[in-house]
């Protein structure tokens, strides 16, 4: 979907914020942006809120935001309902994007898992793997990170309020970290998944003297290849590897093909 304009008939746009499982800790986001928060608010008619107001809207919506991820029945038909009540479906966050640490889950026995946390687990039900958002409906747009950056959120509701087109980051952390002129944290042995991540946090963690931990999710053609080879040769072994490339991507394919084939054929 390219540059869609809402058509409203001169009324101001219905938005929506929902969250499913998650911390909500991207709508928290949202509320912190404070004076860019009250300017947007004139153009638009949030009705839906969880983070600002306990007031409840059934909907249709011009544009809905679904922060959080999809873990049992009830919040697969309920993200069912908002894509058919919505013009535009955001997913909004690592949780909603790549599943997030929700998708941490994936691959283990969820029976044990269960046990091991509560002591009785009999009532929970849930979905034996946590996917993104894309994979149980069509998405119009996807606001990565955990959380979101303000900015980004602020950007794409422009865009979206007088039809210009969304600019995509479609280039590595490493571009934004680089014209930050920071020194690269590969260089004195951290494993920094920055090369491989899609840009939009404004390298917010190598700024800061951290590796890149994935949160934004893939970039586009990333070279998981490469990144493992250079993981490798500072001496990390395959479990380190393994558990940095799941922190965020766990659900992601991009991330997982090559360990998945290395596992299959280099550690069995
Ligand atoms: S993406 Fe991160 S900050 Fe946002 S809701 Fe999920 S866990 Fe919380
Ligand atoms: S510190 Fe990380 S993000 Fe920055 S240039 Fe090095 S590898 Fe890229
Ligand atoms: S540097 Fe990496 S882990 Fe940190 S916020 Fe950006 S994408 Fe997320």
């Given at each position: 979907m390219e540059g869609k304009i809402i058509s409203t008939e001169n009324k101001k746009p219905v938005?929506?914020?929902?969250?499913?499982?998650?911390c909500a800790?991207?709508?928290l986001e949202i509320l912190d942006l404070?004076?860019?928060l009250l300017d947007i608010l004139g153009k638009i008619n949030l009705v839906q809120f969880r983070m600002g107001s306990s007031a409840k809207h059934p909907g249709p919506y011009d544009i809905c935001f679904v922060e959080g991820s999809v873990t049992n029945e009830e919040e697969l038909a309920q993200l069912k309902e908002l894509r058919k009540k919505s013009k535009i479906l955001i997913a909004l966050g690592a949780c909603a994007t790549t599943g997030g640490v929700n998708a941490l889950r994936n691959g283990r026995n969820i029976e044990e898992l269960k046990q091991t946390v509560y002591s009785d687990a009999s009532h929970l039900r849930t979905l034996p793997e946590i996917l993104p958002l894309k994979e149980h409906v069509s998405i119009d747009y996807e606001l990565q990170g955990c959380p979101i950056s303000g900015e980004e959120f602020i950007e794409l509701l422009t865009a979206l309020l007088t039809g210009a087109t969304?600019?995509?980051k479609n280039y590595a952390v490493c571009v934004e970290c680089r014209i930050k002129e920071n020194v690269c944290l590969m260089k004195e042995g951290e494993l920094c998944l920055g090369p491989i991540t899609r840009a939009g946090c404004g390298a917010r963690c190598p700024s800061v003297g951290f590796p890149c931990e994935g949160c934004w999710g893939p970039v586009p053609q990333a070279n998981v290849t490469s990144e493992i080879e250079m993981f490798?040769?500072?001496g990390a072994?395959?479990?380190t590897v393994v558990r940095k490339f799941r922190m965020f991507n766990a659900s992601s394919e991009d991330f997982m093909k090559e360990l998945k084939r290395r596992l299959n054929i280099e550690w069995l």
């Open positions: 938005v929506a914020l929902y969250g499913l499982t998650c800790g991207c709508q404070e004076d860019e969304p600019q995509e490798s040769q500072k072994s395959f479990d």
